[in-house]
C-alpha cells in the first residue's frame, strides 16, 4: 500500500481522515483502514495502474 493509493482513497472519500492542520499528515483511525471493505477498495485502487510498457523508452 503506497501513500499515493491511501491519498486516492481519501480524497475519493472512501476512507475517514482528518487533518489538524492544512499540509499535515492525515490521522486515520486503525479500526476504518482494517476493515474488509476498505482492504477491498485499496486493493482495488492498485490493481487499476496503467501497464508500462517498457519497449517504448526513448533512448537519449
Known amino acids: ?4 493509493v491511501i491519498r486516492n ?3 475519493a472519500k472512501i476512507l475517514p481522515a482528518q ?3 492544512p499540509r499535515a499528515p492525515y490521522q486515520i483511525q486503525v479500526v476504518d483502514i482494517e476493515r474488509k471493505d ?3 477498495a485499496i486493493n482495488n ?3 487499476k495502474r496503467p501497464y508500462r510498457d517498457s ?4 533512448n537519449y
Open 1 to 4: 500500500m503506497t501513500s499515493h
Open 9 to 11: 482513497v481519501i480524497k
Open 19 to 21: 487533518q489538524v492542520v
Open 38 to 40: 476498505m482492504i477491498e
Open 45 to 47: 485502487r492498485r490493481r
Open 55 to 58: 519497449s517504448n523508452k526513448f
